[in-house]
């Protein structure tokens, strides 16, 4: 008997097509997404108005001769400032020298200082508590107040100095910040007493977030305390000591407040910073198209070494 022919089945037809949605509540199911912006749209407004018309129009006076006392010679001066700054300003290398000395000893300083006190108070011991409040209240004071409180210190009459000469240390009525071998030295120390505790904020928190696994299995391995500071600690807070270093080498390269109400940028000029010399040359001087050229000098080279230091440090890259 023959086999039976395969009998073949139909075509099914396609599946029916799924009604699109409305255009209506395809909207609506955007809009949830599109809300947060909306919400933050009146700040950032806000915010871009008060940082890009400032931006703007310290690089459109640069470019000018704008002097409030000299209305007469205001006008369009294109490059000249930045010639002048660069070729017949006498004080523009001196002042950018020591913002360059100032920014490398405070910031290396207030780094090894603030490591170390994140280290102690991240330790178990009794009082920690007040011992941590005592570290970070210096960062909640003023950079005017803490200069004030330093100036009463530094005083011949009343301040420690005078101990010091009856202990047979230095003389009567001498001052630290008049002496232009002391000054730089006494207005370290001041900045160090507030700037610190910043340090030490920052790597105490990112401290806590370490494994204590990782201690003990170090322990476990004979590794002592210094192998484990260096290979578990160190390499843990990278990423914090690089960005803490950075953020604290731009705010002390703009210092302005403690320098100027702690020694004036005296004595004989020796302390003035560069931010200083244009804040100088702006309220004092009256010239604020040069000192706008001033600013954006400033600009630049704090620009410039924060790109090449975020480059060179491989910030927020894979290390081992």
């Given at each position: 008997?023959?086999?039976?022919?395969?009998?073949?089945?139909?075509?099914?037809?396609?599946?029916?097509?799924?009604?699109?949605?409305?255009?209506?509540?395809?909207?609506?199911?955007?809009?949830?997404?599109?809300?947060?912006?909306?919400?933050?749209?009146?700040?950032?407004?806000?915010?871009?108005?008060?940082?890009?018309?400032?931006?703007?129009?310290?690089?459109?006076?640069?470019?000018?001769?704008?002097?409030?006392?000299?209305?007469?010679?205001?006008?369009?001066?294109?490059?000249?400032?930045?010639?002048?700054?660069?070729?017949?300003?006498?004080?523009?290398?001196?002042?950018?020298?020591?913002?360059?000395?100032?920014?490398?000893?405070?910031?290396?300083?207030?780094?090894l200082l603030g490591l170390a006190l994140a280290l102690i108070v991240n330790?178990?011991?009794?009082?920690?508590?007040?011992?941590?409040?005592?570290?970070?209240?210096?960062?909640?004071?003023?950079?005017?107040?803490?200069?004030?409180?330093?100036?009463?210190?530094?005083?011949?009459?009343?301040?420690?100095?005078?101990?010091?000469?009856?202990?047979?240390?230095?003389?009567?009525?001498?001052?630290?910040?008049?002496?232009?071998?002391?000054?730089?030295?006494?207005?370290?120390?001041?900045?160090?007493w507030r700037g610190v505790p910043f340090f030490a904020i920052l790597i105490?928190?990112?401290?806590?977030?370490?494994?204590?696994?990782?201690?003990?299995?170090?322990?476990?391995?004979?590794?002592?305390?210094?192998?484990?500071?260096?290979?578990?600690?160190?390499?843990?807070?990278?990423?914090?000591?690089?960005?803490?270093?950075?953020?604290?080498?731009?705010?002390?390269?703009?210092?302005?407040?403690?320098?100027?109400?702690?020694?004036?940028?005296?004595?004989?000029?020796?302390?003035?910073?560069?931010?200083?010399?244009?804040?100088?040359?702006?309220?004092?001087?009256?010239?604020?198209?040069?000192?706008?050229?001033?600013?954006?000098?400033?600009?630049?080279?704090?620009?410039?070494?924060?790109?090449?230091?975020?480059?060179?440090?491989?910030?927020?890259?894979?290390?081992?």
């Amino acid at each position: 008997m023959a086999p039976s022919a395969a009998v073949a089945t139909p075509p099914q037809p396609p599946p029916p097509k799924a009604p699109e949605a409305p255009k209506a509540s395809r909207r609506r199911s955007a809009s949830p997404r599109r809300l947060p912006y909306l919400l933050i749209a009146p700040a950032g407004l806000l915010m871009l108005g008060f940082i890009a018309y400032p931006v703007i129009s310290v690089f459109y006076y640069s470019l000018q001769n704008y002097n409030v006392t000299k209305p007469w010679r205001n006008g369009f001066a294109g490059l000249d400032n930045f010639r002048r700054i660069f070729t017949e300003d006498d004080q523009f290398w001196p002042t950018l020298g020591f913002s360059a000395q100032w920014v490398f000893t405070q910031v290396t300083l207030q780094l090894l200082l603030g490591l170390a006190l994140a280290l102690i108070v991240n330790q178990t011991f009794i009082g920690r508590g007040i011992s941590r409040a005592m570290v970070f209240s210096p960062w909640a004071v003023s950079g005017v107040l803490t200069s004030t409180i330093w100036i009463l210190l530094y005083n011949s009459s009343t301040g420690f100095s005078r101990y010091l000469a009856d202990a047979g240390i230095g003389e009567y009525g001498t001052s630290v910040l008049s002496d232009t071998g002391t000054v730089f030295w006494a207005a370290t120390v001041t900045e160090l007493w507030r700037g610190v505790p910043f340090f030490a904020i920052l790597i105490l928190a990112d401290l806590q977030s370490v494994s204590k696994e990782l201690y003990e299995a170090a322990s476990v391995d004979g590794a002592g305390r210094l192998r484990q500071f260096f290979h578990i600690t160190l390499p843990h807070l990278r990423d914090a000591i690089i960005l803490a270093t950075l953020l604290r080498g731009v705010w002390e390269f703009n210092n302005v407040d403690l320098l100027y109400t702690l020694t004036g940028g005296g004595p004989a000029g020796v302390t003035t910073t560069l931010p200083l010399y244009v804040a100088n040359t702006g309220i004092e001087g009256h010239d604020f198209g040069y000192a706008s050229a001033l600013t954006t000098v400033a600009f630049v080279i704090l620009l410039f070494c924060s790109i090449a230091y975020l480059r060179l440090s491989k910030f927020g890259g894979d290390h081992k």
